[in-house]
């Protein structure tokens, strides 16, 4: 039986991580984080607070994907940790709501930039009747959403030839890109002066309500970091390269957030952030014209295509170990003889990804991201501790810097940004549940096929 190959050195590794963090989120959510929160101060200690929340996760998955490098990253270690039903689980809600949201956020975002050079994108094509658009009327499609589509699908189609072509391409763009946001801070640092506030404050949520609106938004444009571990069977050297490439790769998002993050402010009032839909390209035009909004447009372009690539490579992965286990429908777990990839899953994964995109806007498929997620994330992060007393001897390459205070902070954090985006966002939290739970009648018919498959002679 064909199986994955290890292709995927340090530096393709760590490009899934930086690559896939830096995508839309850098480029469009300050609007959202300082109208939540009204101050630019704030700001940055919700970034800092996001970034260090981030880097625990690393830290603790570190250890995780040194001690289990196998394809599928966080399933394994909640199948290991709490029995087959959250590996399932998880498995579940990657393909069809936290990984798959998160390619079609990041296409929204891409067609978003595109439509800088075309305004025409921003047309209506054409109405589908179903009672999901605003205020409960027909759901709009606009010509700009058929070409995000149409990247997702074109990506879908290079991850098939291989991990080395998809992780190739990942290193080149993830250069190429942080060269461009590099060109961006130092614009805006350089070529600017400092920003008077303009007109009245910002009308802000504000409160701790508000902050942990602008975390969500926040770790939006930190979500990725854990991707690496999805691909870890094709990774050389895993005990060695995960771990470098999770700790330095986010460390080094969180760095050039904040950089980027003063750039902004240092051009821009508060009231000037929250008024813009495209920050960064509204910082440039104010530093140097009109070509450098359009230089954004095009640097976030490649920055979104780095990690809507980083995203499908990764992402394929997880249902196709759920697959390979017998917990998910068995074409997934078929490998590309000649490539050595699981093609059907990449093509899967990115179908549905594609379908998502018609669904809401970049602001509700967001919250429909996050909110599953972190309830994984924070369960997957606990796994560390539950591993550590019902696996006491499994070998450990690399151990959690701060244990246990690490991942435990970790947990708290997650349980709060839960229970906080649940009560702001209660119609698309709701809907990630929807979609979680319409995985349990699924889990009763595989877990009974492997049973009865157990018992045959």
């Known amino acids: 039986m064909t199986s994955l190959r290890r292709d995927l050195g340090v530096w393709g590794a760590a490009s899934i991580v930086v690559g896939t963090v830096i995508g839309s989120g850098i480029f469009l ?3 959202t984080m ?4 009204g101050d630019p101060a704030i700001v940055f200690a919700v970034w800092i607070f996001g970034g260090l929340l981030s880097l625990a996760g690393a830290l603790t998955y570190a250890e995780l994907s040194a001690m289990m490098p196998e394809a599928g990253g966080e399933y394994n270690y909640l199948r290991a940790a709490y029995g087959p039903f959250w590996g399932f689980l998880y498995g579940w809600t990657q393909m069809w709501v936290a ?66 072509v998809g992780g190739g391409v990942q290193v080149g763009v993830t250069v190429l890109k942080v060269a461009l946001i590099a060109g961006i801070i130092a614009f805006g640092l350089t070529g600017g002066h400092a920003a008077v ?17 602008a975390l969500v938004a926040a770790l939006w444009a930190y979500d990725g970091w854990n991707n690496v571990s999805m691909v870890s069977s094709e990774v050389k050297s895993p005990q060695k390269n995960l771990p470098r490439a999770l700790v330095f790769g ?20 508060a009231s000037e952030v929250a008024g813009s839909d495209r920050v960064a390209a509204t910082m440039m035009q104010r530093v140097v014209g009109t070509w450098g909004a359009d230089a954004v447009s095009v640097a976030a372009m ?5 990690a809507l690539n980083g995203s499908i490579l990764s992402g394929s992965r997880v249902p196709y170990a759920l697959a390979r286990d017998g917990y998910f429908f068995q074409r997934f777990a078929r490998v590309n003889e000649k490539h050595a990839t699981p093609g059907f899953s990449i093509l899967a994964l990115s179908a549905w990804s594609a379908v998502l995109v018609l669904s809401g806007r970049y602001d509700q498929l967001l919250t429909l991201v996050i909110f599953p997620s972190w309830i994984l994330y924070g369960m997957a992060t606990a796994a560390v501790i539950v591993l550590r007393h019902k696996m006491p001897g499994a070998e450990r390459p690399y151990r959690t810097v701060g244990y246990p205070v690490v991942p435990v902070l970790f947990v708290l954090v997650a349980v709060l940004l839960v229970g906080f985006t649940l009560r702001n966002s209660p119609r698309e939290s709701g809907l990630g549940l929807v979609l979680i739970a319409a995985g349990l009648p699924f889990y009763r018919y595989w877990n009974y096929r492997l049973r009865i498959s157990a018992l045959k002679p």
């Open 29 to 31: 959510v300050p609007k």
């Open 302 to 306: 490649i920055s979104i295509f780095a």
């Open 99 to 164: 990984k798959s949201g998160s390619i079609a956020t990041l296409a929204t975002g891409f067609f978003y930039y595109l439509a800088n050079f075309r305004p025409e994108l921003e047309a209506r094509a054409f109405l589908i009747p179903v009672p999901l658009g605003d205020g409960g009327g027909p759901l709009e499609v606009r010509t700009g959403q058929l070409w995000a589509i149409g990247v997702i699908l074109g990506l879908a189609a290079l991850n098939w030839f291989g991990v080395k």
């Open 34 to 37: 300082i109208r939540e929160v």
């Open 250 to 269: 986010t460390a080094g998002v969180v760095m050039i957030y904040l950089l980027t993050n003063y750039a902004y402010f240092h051009v821009l009032s």
């Open 197 to 213: 506030e303009a007109g009245a404050p910002v009308a802000a949520t504000g409160g701790l309500a508000g902050f942990f609106a």
